[in-house]
Structures are given as C-alpha cells and as structure tokens.
C-alpha cells in the first residue's frame, strides 16, 4: 500500500462519479445553471489546476500495486465555495478542509481512510496550518458529505454542532502527539511534494 499526494493530473484515474463531482467545488450560483450547460468534469479539472498551482497538491492518493484503491480531496478554505451554503461555516483561519474521500467498497473497513486523513494532515503540518476541519452530515445513505460518524472514527471532533451539518475539526498540534501515524505520514510525504513558484490570487472564480 502507497500513499502520495494527490494533484490535477491525477482526476482521470478517479471514479468517474469522483470526477464529475462538484458539490463541494461549484458556489451556488453555479449549481443554479442548467446542468446541460455545465460540463462538471471539465469545472472539477479546473479547480484541481488551481489548487494543484497554489499548494502543489489537490488531496491524497492511495494504492495498491499501483492501482489507485481511494483519494482524499483537500484545500484551502478559499477554494471551497460551497462551504458559504452552511450554517456551520466559516471554517477556522488556520485550518485546510476535507471536501471528500472515497475507498474503493471491496476494501472498506481496513484503515485505508484513516491512512488518507493522516497523509493529509502530514502535508499540510508543514506549512502554517494547524488543523483539518470538515463539513459533516449525520444523514445516511449517499452523500457527497462526509459522514460524522467515519470523521470522529479517523479522529474529528464536532466544534459547531448542527442538526444535520455539523463542523468538525482535526487539532494537528495534538493530535500528533498521541497519533504516531502522522509523523510517519509527514515524512513519507514531504519529498513527494513540489512546491509552487507563486501563490494564486486570494480569491477563486469559476470561468464564465
């Protein structure tokens, strides 16, 4: 099993419906065109090159003798429109957010979601953020919100609660005191990273 950073280049090998997914990458104005007038594959690949330029990765990536088994999605709260829909937000000033994860179903269950979030905060402990957060929902069935029960299973804890869409929020800082596996995953990482030349405006808009 191999983790690595997961980048723009990376969306063709994801599930088709991970792909096209844009609940967490499109504002609301977005959703409200008509779907035969967006090409959501096409606005997924967009935000994944922005972000991709900005921190050098979009998320995580895992596999298993080179075939990907699951992915994490991963950014900066000001590439994450959708957050603004939810009652709950805004997330903290020194925190990246956990839009997505998916393991693929015959493998569910063996740790492989907690390796992605662990990866996760291993990258970004490097830089000047100090802790994941994530936009949960306590409704079953699919969902392209991450469930509360598996974020307080990889090590969330609920900071706003909410009936439906609670905020959860991952402290790095101690959390790598008593989760050994984040060290490791900082260091299996950190050389796989390419850092950006400049930074992206403060702000992201879609393209016309």
């Known amino acids: 099993r191999r983790l690595r950073p997961m980048t723009a280049a990376d969306l063709p090998s994801l599930p088709a419906s991970c792909a096209r997914c844009t609940f967490w990458e499109a504002s609301l104005s ?5 779907a035969d007038h967006v090409d959501r594959q096409e606005m997924k690949a967009e935000w994944a090159e922005v972000v991709t ?3 050098g990765y979009c998320g995580v ?10 992915h994490l999605t991963l950014a900066p709260a ?8 939810f009652a709950t937000t805004p997330v903290g000033p020194d925190a990246a957010v956990v839009m997505s994860a998916h393991v693929a179903p015959e493998l569910r269950g063996k740790g492989i979601g907690k390796q992605l979030v662990q990866s996760a905060a291993g990258l970004v402990a490097r830089r000047d953020i100090r802790a994941l957060e994530a936009v ?4 079953d069935g699919p969902s392209c919100m991450l469930p509360i029960g598996w974020l ?6 609920v900071v706003r609660p909410h009936p439906i869409t609670p905020r959860l929020r991952m402290d790095l800082q101690n959390a790598v005191r008593w989760r050994p596996g984040l060290g490791a ?3 299996r990482l950190t050389d796989l990273v390419r850092q950006p030349q400049s930074p992206e405006p403060a702000t992201y808009t879609h393209r016309e």
């Open 30 to 34: 977005d959703l409200a065109t008509p």
């Open 53 to 55: 330029r900005h921190w």
């Open 61 to 70: 990536m895992a596999f298993a003798d080179d075939q990907p088994i699951g």
């Open 78 to 85: 000001m590439y994450v429109p959708r957050l603004g829909a």
């Open 136 to 139: 949960g929902t306590y409704q």
């Open 152 to 157: 307080e299973a990889v090590g969330f804890e």
């Open 185 to 187: 995953a900082w260091h």
